[in-house]
T-cell receptor
Framework: EPEVTQTPSHQVTQMGQEVILRCVPISNHLYFYWYRQILGQKVEFLVSFYNNEISEKSEIFDDQFSVERPDGSNFTLKIRSTKLEDSAMYFC????????????FGPGTRLTVT | RKEVEQDPGPFNVPEGATVAFNCTYSNSASQSFFWYRQDCRKEPKLLMSVYSSGNEDGRFTAQLNRASQYISLLIRDSKLSDSATYLCVVREGSGTYKYIFGTGTRLKVLA
């Protein structure tokens, strides 16, 4: 069964450093998403991406965040200057074309900012 | 009012019991509705989409009430493996790709 993959599974970084989280969505999916989940809290929408541009973003997704699809398979989330409060699990998800909105999630990257 | 609201639980039920969860949403323009389950420190996994006519998948039944803006999930004959957090997810409006998650309802099925 096709699945979304994410690397690394755990990333530890120091405050102020840049991190790039990587995702490989399901191959025939066209819509891509990033979410975060702070420990013990709900899953929060960050951004959706379609046709090589951001479709929507939340208030959390400020100028410190950016997304990119650098090639035909990878989808990345960059945090330019990490803060302690960026510590969370980051999930990538993808969904098929317009008629199908069900999202499939990757296993997540646990980001720890020290 | 929270966008998507769920009773956090926990719901502790014996094996074989029937349990129901509700979820309310605030945006009347919301278009699509889903139930996901999330095991501890794992990714959300799609359980089922929720259709206007209601739908069933084995022991799971989902209902949507647009007038009252709530979604329900019924689990019959609970198994130990059903223990998880159940997340209600709503896609806002048409032409939008923003999905709002509820905080989840924890279910513990006891032997």
């Amino acid at each position: 069964e096709p699945e979304v993959t994410q690397t690394p599974s755990h990333q530890v970084t120091q405050m102020g450093q840049e991190v790039i989280l990587r995702c490989v969505p399901i191959s025939n999916h066209l819509y891509f998403y990033w979410y975060r989940q702070i420990l013990g809290q709900k899953v929060e929408f960050l951004v959706s991406f379609y046709n090589n541009e951001i479709s929507e973003k939340s208030e959390i997704f400020d100028d410190q965040f950016s997304v990119e699809r650098p090639d035909g398979s990878n989808f990345t989330l960059k945090i330019r200057s990490t803060k302690l409060e960026d510590s969370a699990m980051y999930f990538c998800a993808s969904s098929e074309a317009l008629a199908v909105y069900e999202q499939y999630f990757g296993p997540g990257t646990r980001l720890t900012v020290t | 009012r929270k966008e998507v609201e769920q009773d956090p639980g926990p719901f502790n039920v014996p094996e074989g019991a029937t349990v129901a969860f509700n979820c309310t949403y605030s945006n009347s323009a919301s278009q699509s509705f889903f139930w996901y389950r999330q095991d501890c420190r794992k990714e959300p996994k799609l359980l089922m989409s929720v259709y206007s006519s209601g739908n069933e998948d084995g022991r799971f039944t989902a209902q949507l009430n647009r007038a009252s803006q709530y979604i329900s999930l019924l689990i019959r004959d609970s198994k130990l493996s059903d223990s998880a957090t159940y997340l209600c997810v709503v896609r806002e409006g048409s032409g939008t790709y923003k999905y709002i998650f509820g905080t989840g309802t924890r279910l513990k099925v006891l032997a």
